[in-house]
T-cell receptor, first 111, second 115 residues
Framework: RKEVEQDPGPFNVPEGATVAFNCTYS??????FFWYRQDCRKEPKLLMS?????NEDGRFTAQLNRASQYISLLIRDSKLSDSATYLC????????????WGAGTKLIIKP | NAGVMQNPRHLVRRRGQEARLRCSPM?????VYWYRQLPEEGLKFMVY????????ESGMPKERFSAEFPKEGPSILRIQQVVRGDSAAYFC?????????????FGSGTRLTVV
């Protein structure tokens, strides 16, 4: 079983729609969680951290469910520029704080 | 205010040659991480370095791969006797500290193609 699992997609979504992805992690000792965005053939960029109480940044909402060991990302009013691969990242003390990456979920926003 | 600088952006090597990938961290960052990304896959951790120290190399293949971060100059990822399977994007990231809660800043990557 992979440490961090994501549905690879692609998710094909019309512009303006709401889309949500989930990510599951296997290490119950994981402590920090992030969503990164990666555009085609470019470096990953931090989208947002994920906090226990859930957090929002504009059209983006991230939630953490520790009991079920999953993280979610919700994008409202999607824009064409949201098309990218979204990477779920987990960090834990017992892996020396290394970032453990999911393989990513590809999102395509269509006009 | 330069970010993480990686060079070259693209590198083509014939099988059996050596590849040297360079990474200069952001100003003020003393922690460097190297990752490899194969097509359609996520990033795989390779090595974590501080100046003159390898902190964690658990992701490095046992043979042909080495990394260093000297007191002066960039971090270098060195691949000897490259094979086709080494073709990938190699990303370097840096951070000011190496503890939980810190997202990293990535360089633009080096795309290695072995022919």
């Amino acid at each position: 079983r992979k440490e961090v699992e994501q549905d690879p997609g692609p998710f094909n979504v019309p512009e303006g729609a709401t889309v949500a992805f989930n990510c599951t992690y296997s290490n119950s000792a994981s402590q920090s969680f992030f969503w990164y965005r990666q555009d085609c053939r470019k470096e990953p960029k931090l989208l947002m951290s994920v906090y226990s109480s859930g957090n929002e940044d504009g059209r983006f909402t991230a939630q953490l469910n520790r009991a079920s060991q999953y993280i979610s990302l919700l994008i409202r009013d999607s824009k064409l520029s949201d098309s990218a691969t979204y990477l779920c990242v987990v960090q834990s003390r017992d892996s020396n704080y290394q970032l453990i990456w999911g393989a990513g979920t590809k999102l395509i926003i269509k006009p | 205010n330069a970010g993480v600088m990686q060079n070259p952006r693209h590198l083509v090597r014939r099988r059996g040659q050596e590849a040297r990938l360079r990474c200069s961290p952001m100003k003020g960052h003393s922690h460097v991480y190297w990752y490899r990304q194969l097509p359609e896959e996520g990033l795989k951790f390779m090595v974590y370095l501080q100046k003159e120290n390898i902190i964690d190399e658990s992701g490095m293949p046992k043979e042909r791969f080495s990394a260093e971060f000297p007191k002066e100059g960039p971090s270098i990822l060195r691949i000897q006797q490259v094979v086709r399977g080494d073709s990938a994007a190699y990303f370097c990231a840096s951070s000011p500290v190496g503890v939980e809660g810190n997202g990293y800043t990535f360089g633009s990557g080096t795309r290695l193609t072995v022919v």
